[in-house]
């Protein structure tokens, strides 16, 4: 099963505070290890939501609001796709994972849709489809 996993932000990382160099190492060491172990699939840390925006969709009416938004404990810092075999093994690899943050901070662990979760409605010409696509963007990762 893939996984998301999140960094919630805190009240430092809005704030633009950078890590430490020893997070930074110890991090990167985590990361090596989830590598290494066939879990990690992508990772990225993200910046405070006052580099951002947000489109908020009404209808067909679309409004931009530009970050940074006042709700820090839904904002996300940074996130990973994992393939693990479980939200156990998922659960074991966050409680292994270095305090992201210079404070009390929280990670969110949720499952990605699988095609089989869909059911009759993802006809075999959206799967297809969907298989184009993957192959499209696939093709882009491997092109950097």
């Known amino acids: 099963m893939k996984v998301m996993v999140m960094i919630k932000a805190t009240p430092s ?13 110890d991090m990167g060491n ?3 290890e989830l590598v290494k172990a066939g879990i990690m ?3 990225e840390g993200l910046h405070p939501s006052s580099r951002g925006a947000r489109v908020r969709f009404s209808g067909t009416n679309r409004t931009v609001m530009d970050g940074p ?3 820090t404990k839904e904002l996300i810092a940074g996130f990973w796709i994992w393939q693990v075999d479980s939200m156990e093994e998922a659960i074991e690899w966050v409680k292994r ?4 943050m210079s404070e009390e901070s929280d990670i ?3 499952p990605l849709f699988e095609p089989e979760d ?3 409605e993802f006809t075999p010409e959206l799967q297809a489809q969907e298989d ?3 192959a499209a963007a696939e093709r882009l990762n491997t092109a950097e």
């Open 108 to 110: 969110e662990i949720r």
């Open 118 to 120: 869909f059911g009759e």
């Open 13 to 25: 990382s809005e704030a633009g505070e950078m890590p430490s160099e020893q997070l930074l190492t």
């Open 41 to 43: 699939l992508a990772g």
């Open 132 to 134: 184009r696509i993957r």
């Open 30 to 32: 985590f990361n090596e």
């Open 69 to 71: 938004f006042a709700e």
């Open 97 to 100: 994972c270095p305090n992201p």
